[in-house]
């Protein structure tokens, strides 16, 4: 079996190949990850959201339209995936720990040095043992079609860390479509705060941190929860107010939407 890093574009099955697209994104993160090693506390924001934006989709579209092929075709294709699902949800879970750490700590340069390492060896486990494998056992022409569906998945996915919710369909399938509206939201806000809004900074910030609440609830209702392993699972607090989570979600939602339009009009 030969890594996926050894291989051109041509042997990974061309450009529309999932493997061929697989590498190329980890190839991105790796400048990411020398991006943010290099940077001062202050420049690590933008490169963060830059590098959320490249991985939670990524993986998201691995969770839902790759690892389901793999547990199909492989005999040990549930323990290969289930390994890379943990990677996965500690990289959600080590994001949520940074999000709550202040600038410079020295918790959340630790937070930093290990999503760092996750990382990495998530790259490793699928380059070097998962992708071989599956090409072993698919066609190029299926090569290609998992390409497309993986690319059209992870253009539409969420963008943010959400542990929670489960790191299988159906729960993340389910998960997705008011997660993805949340998070993208939240991207576009962050993005004009970091470059520079002036005044209207705080205003932004704060709708921002209403988003990230209102994706909390969602990723606590029991239907996003659906089809994980124990192993990957974060239990919510007990008592949670369901209710109460869902229409806080809604008004979030609905909040700078109604704002947008009023100033328009
Ligand atoms: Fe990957
Ligand atoms: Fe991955």
Do not use: C
């Not at 993160?29 to 290099?38: E, I, K, S």
């Not at 001062?40 to 839902?64: I, K, N």
Request: glycine share 6%; aromatic share 2%; charged share 30%.
């Amino acid at each position: 079996m030969r890594s996926v890093a050894d291989q051109s574009v041509a042997e990974l099955g061309g450009r529309l190949s999932v493997l061929a697209r697989q590498k190329g994104d980890h190839v991105e993160l790796d400048g990411l990850l020398q991006r943010l090693r290099a940077s001062s506390h202050e420049e690590q924001l933008p490169v963060l959201l830059d590098l959320y934006r490249l991985v939670f989709p990524h993986a998201f579209a691995e969770e839902t339209v790759l690892w389901p092929v793999m547990r199909r075709v492989l005999p040990d294709g549930e323990e290969l995936t289930l390994q890379v699902e943990q990677e996965h949800q500690e990289v959600n879970e080590l994001v949520t720990r940074l999000e709550r750490l202040e600038l410079g700590s020295p918790e959340r340069e630790a937070a930093l040095q290990r999503l760092d390492e996750v990382l990495r060896e998530d790259v490793r486990d699928e380059e070097d043992e998962l992708f071989p494998r599956l090409q072993e056992r698919v066609p190029v022409s299926q090569l290609r079609l998992l390409g497309i569906a993986w690319e059209v998945v992870s253009r539409v996915a969420p963008t943010r860390a959400h542990p929670i919710v489960a790191r299988r369909p159906p729960g993340n399938v389910i998960a997705a479509l008011p997660l993805t509206i949340l998070d993208r939201s939240r991207d576009r806000l962050d993005a004009i705060r970091l470059r520079g809004a002036g005044p209207a900074g705080g205003a932004l910030h704060a709708v921002s941190a209403g988003l990230t609440r209102a994706a909390h609830a969602v990723e606590h209702l029991p239907a996003m929860r659906r089809g994980e392993d124990p192993s990957t699972r974060v239990d919510p607090k007990p008592g949670t107010p369901w209710g109460l989570l869902a229409a806080g979600a809604l008004v979030a939602v609905a909040a700078p939407v109604v704002l947008a339009r009023r100033r328009r009009s």
